[in-house]
């Protein structure tokens, strides 16, 4: 069976100005698959997403969306990438002056020309989706932390993208709002086909959702290890991924 692969990254180096943050990165993300990206702070997770979905061009090699070379196709082809890759990011921001409908329909209005009634339909389906019925008219200081990144949720989902990419979900949250996230990203995995790039330090997270990983190296700027996580922690030849994924462990 050929693999359906919505993301490949090949012999990828990034840099801001003179300085190398990592470099001869590769691998594939699977449709369906929860890809978790793991590392030391500081080693470019968050800097790999923002060359995955199109916003910094790397120093070299390629990052190909749906077999598609993002910087070697045309600017509508990489404006419709940015489109399809719904983004919450570390800070999460929703805008505080808007209820959470109108965060959702935000993006909405920006880039479709579906009616007010169609936009108010499809944010409610959406805000359904992350169990936030009933909740469409307040603001983000009425609701919950583990609410807030639901909502986030909601308004990345807002365009239908075909991968979702969350920095750190679970920052912030308490461990029974940061499982509920965990079993909504796995409920919508199942219900939506998606798939999921996920920035994670918490290794509950990484080993109840992740079905793949990349460990990235702060201290040789490069790739030390990819594959399942439990196979990662069993089986790795590098301790540095061992040590890190037994965290905890006595
Ligand atoms: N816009 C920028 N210009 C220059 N250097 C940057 C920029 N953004 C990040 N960096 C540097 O690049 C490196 C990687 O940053 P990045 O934010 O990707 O790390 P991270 O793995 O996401 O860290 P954390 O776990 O703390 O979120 C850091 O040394 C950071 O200081
Ligand atoms: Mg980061």
């Known amino acids: 069976m050929i693999k359906d692969i919505p993301i490949s990254v090949q012999n990828l180096t990034m840099a801001y100005g003179g300085s190398i943050i990592q470099k001869d990165i590769s691998f594939d993300v699977e449709r369906g698959s929860i890809f978790i990206v793991m590392?030391?702070?500081?080693?470019?997770?968050?800097?790999?997403?923002?060359?995955?979905?199109?916003?910094?061009?790397?120093r070299a090699?390629?990052?190909?969306?749906?077999?598609?070379?993002?910087?070697?196709?045309?600017?509508?082809?990489?404006?419709?990438?940015?489109?399809?890759?719904?983004?919450?990011?570390?800070?999460?921001?929703?805008?505080?002056?808007m209820t959470l409908e109108e965060n959702v329909a935000l993006p909405l209005q920006q880039f479709t020309n579906y009616s007010k009634s169609q936009i108010h339909d499809i944010c409610l389906y959406k805000?359904?989706?992350?169990?936030?019925?009933?909740?469409e008219r307040l603001y983000p200081a009425q609701i919950s932390g583990g609410m807030r990144k639901r909502a986030g949720l909601a308004r990345a989902m807002a365009l239908d993208p075909n991968v979702l990419f969350f920095d750190e979900p679970s920052a912030g949250l308490d461990p029974l709002s940061a499982r509920r996230l965990d079993e909504l990203i796995l409920q919508l995995r199942d219900t939506l086909n998606a798939t999921f790039m996920v920035i994670t330090h918490e290794l509950e997270s990484i080993f109840m959702?992740?079905?793949?990983?990349?460990?990235?190296?702060?201290?040789?700027?490069?790739?030390l290890g990819k594959g399942n996580p439990k196979e990662l922690k069993e089986n790795s030849p590098h301790s540095k991924i061992r040590t890190f994924l037994r965290r905890g462990e006595a």
């Open 61 to 97: 090699g390629r990052i190909l969306r749906d077999d598609i070379d993002i910087w070697n196709c045309s600017p509508d082809q990489l404006e419709a990438i940015r489109h399809s890759s719904g983004l919450l990011y570390q800070s999460g921001a929703l805008w505080s002056g």
């Open 39 to 58: 590392g030391d702070s500081g080693c470019g997770k968050s800097t790999l997403l923002r060359h995955i979905t199109g916003q910094i061009k790397p």
């Open 127 to 135: 805000l359904a989706l992350v169990g936030l019925t009933g909740a």
């Open 209 to 223: 959702i992740g079905t793949d990983a990349v460990f990235l190296d702060s201290e040789t700027h490069t790739m």
